[in-house]
């Protein structure tokens, strides 16, 4: 037994533009995890624009966590779609579920009262988007390749 049981991309029937793009979906999770758990500050005060001065500490580590969460879900997002294609699409819809909730959360939710948009809250809208479309393209079936 090892640690990555045998690929299944041989068994995948949907688009391989679906599984490029959860990879890239992958690497584009895994550089905003590393940034708010290694920054000093995680982006709070850099990127995101928020005040730090009143309990920053508690801020900072929220975002550390968050990013702690983001780097292992970026990594798994990558290994579905670089090795378990057929997983591809459940990736893709563990990805609208948490962007969906991140952009009610951020124009309609708890983070909206502060009326500050970080540049999250105008990405998640179109990673939604965007992965509904490969979603309905990795679901489309193409015939299995005739074996030789």
């Not at 029937?13 to 708010?36: D, K, N, T, Y």
């Not at 508690?58 to 975002?63: E, Y």
Request: proline share 7%.
């Amino acid at each position: 037994m090892s640690l990555l049981p045998v690929s299944t991309n041989a068994d995948y029937r949907g688009a391989q533009a679906s599984a490029w793009f959860l990879m890239l979906v992958g690497i584009m999770e895994f550089i905003p995890g590393c940034i708010h758990y290694f920054l000093p500050d995680g982006g709070a005060g850099v990127i995101a624009g928020l005040d730090l001065s009143v309990r920053g500490d508690t801020i900072i580590s929220v975002f550390a966590w968050f990013g702690a969460l983001q780097i292992p879900f970026a990594m798994m997002l990558f290994i579905i779609g670089l090795r378990y294609r057929t997983l591809v699409p459940l990736g893709l819809l563990a990805v609208i579920i948490a962007r969906a909730l991140m952009t009610y959360d951020g124009w309609f939710g708890k983070a909206s009262h502060s009326g500050h948009h970080p540049p999250e809250h105008y990405g998640s809208p179109v990673a939604v988007g965007l992965s509904l479309v490969f979603l309905a393209l990795s679901l489309s079936r193409k015939p299995a390749s005739p074996v030789a």
